[in-house]
């Protein structure tokens, strides 16, 4: 099969995306007012009709009691489950409206199915992992038996490694891109949550039209609602003037609908289907400390090689296929032979969403501390988690294990570093070292376990990573880059502030308060 005809030949299916940012405006102005409209009727059946007030008002007292009793019928987190009940007691028109547009962690059954059957149809196409997993029970059985869960789970095998290699800062990550992207010879597959204006798309855009020129096929997949004023003029256009095919995920719309609340938070890169990248990291200049917004922003991913990286162009190609509707040619972007060596320990690339009800993230990375023996390193922006994973955590430092956490101490949100802080009293009472990270943002999203096990991704450990958005990561294990996101954590935490118990304890009654208030409506952030 000639893979260049192929792909160069291949027919480019209808693209959505907004079509520029007069008409966004527009409709967030629409939706903004349809909700005003509806608070202003019902402030004017309370002042000048009480008797259709009290009509109203039983209306709402009936509605109110359906969704809760919805809420507890449901099997979501309990968490989330409170904090929507206190939202809909408090602000009853608010809270229901609300609720409806963006409260269900549960996709539409239409929209789920459809999500599901482009996953099923293209299941076939993913590797047998049978025998490498043979060679991790011969290692470790309960490291075979987490790698099997989550292969089932996700439906993506384990590979021999072909080449992992870790970017301890945006910087590295994105010079080493750059080079990779210089090399493409048949295809780019690029997918982020946020792509914004300024000197870092200006240098990957050269890049990719001129790849693009040279006959190399060039897609992007971006957030429409990450990207929200952020994309340079004429965006759209610029695209299509490249030869660069462009997929805007999940666009906004006046008519309103549950959906809006799910988003594409990854990060993929994969070119040739030889070399793939992942991580915390957007295409913005903060992230790579070009501007500073809140302070130093730290972030980092990946970069992987070999027949893994398949399963990254998979990932892109079943997203591309649900926004445009058009089966999507898999056949024409498999490589049969990257030819890359194999070499030490093993990978595991693997996305999820709200359309696997399994939870597979938040229950990998609650095996991955309930298996850890020594220790048990994070680093995340929000932690803001389920009950489940925070007992995870905590029985692990009760236990012995050394369990640390790095933070921001300087937020991008503020409201979410209280939610995050409300939650160091109980960890610090469990044994869990907590630090804040001084020069500024810290934003990537890593756990590393024993000197043999890693996660790296775009999963915040927070209930909107967990159960809401679109996300990927990338499970290692004894691959010797462990060792490497070891050291760049405890070079990491000389740069942060550790929080004291003793000291934590004194703060100020006014922030308790304000902490207890925002964690009972946490699992909403």
Known sequence: MDIDNDIKNMPKPKKKGEKNIFVTIFKLVAIVVVLIIQIVIMLALYTTAQGLYTYARIVFDIAKIVVILYLLYHHDNSAYKVSWI?????????????????????????????????????????????????????????????????????????YKNQGLEYFEIGEKFFERLKQDLQKAEKYILLEFYILSKGKLW??????????????????????????????????????????????????????????????????????????????????????????????HWKDGGIKIQGNCVWSYALIFLRDKEEISKVPADYDAYKVVDTGFNESNGYVLPCSDGPDNRKN???????QTINYAKKYVYLTTPYFITSETLLNSILNAARSGVDVRLVTPHIPDKKIVQIVTRSYYEVLLEAGVKVYEYKPGFIHAKTLVSDDDTS??????????????????????????????IKEDFEHTIKNCIPISLEEWKLRPITQKWLEAICSAFSPMF
């Not at 597979?360 to 609650?366: G, S």
Request: hydrophobic share 40%; net charge neutral.
């Open 86 to 158: 206190l939202f809909i007691l408090f602000f009853p028109v608010m809270g229901l409206v609300a609720y409806l547009l963006w409260g269900n962690s549960k996709l539409r059954k239409k929209k789920e199915l459809a999500l599901r059957k482009i996953r099923v149809q293209s299941e076939d196409l993913l590797r047998d992992s049978e025998n490498v997993a043979k060679e991790i029970l011969s290692i470790d059985e309960y490291k075979y038996k987490q790698i099997q869960y989550i292969s089932k789970v996700t439906g993506f095998p384990v």
């Open 360 to 366: 597979p993230f938040e229950n990998t990375f609650i």
């Open 455 to 484: 996660i790296i991704g775009t999963a915040n450990l927070d209930y909107r990573s967990m159960h809401l958005n679109f996300e990927c990561i990338n499970f290692s294990y004894m691959t010797g880059e462990e060792l490497r």
């Open 202 to 295: 200006d240098e990957i855009f050269a890049i990719l039209k001129e790849k693009a020129n040279q006959g190399v096929k060039v897609e992007l997949i971006l957030d429409s609602l990450g990207c929200l004023f952020r994309l340079p003029k004429d965006f759209k256009r610029q695209m299509e003037e490249a030869g660069i095919e462009l997929y805007m995920f999940n666009p906004f719309s006046v008519m309103l609908s549950g959906y809006i609340n799910y988003r594409d938070h990854r990060k993929i890169v994969v070119i040739d289907g030889k070399i793939g990248y992942t991580g915390g990291v957007n295409i913005a200049d903060e992230y790579v400390n070009v501007i500073e917004k809140y302070g």
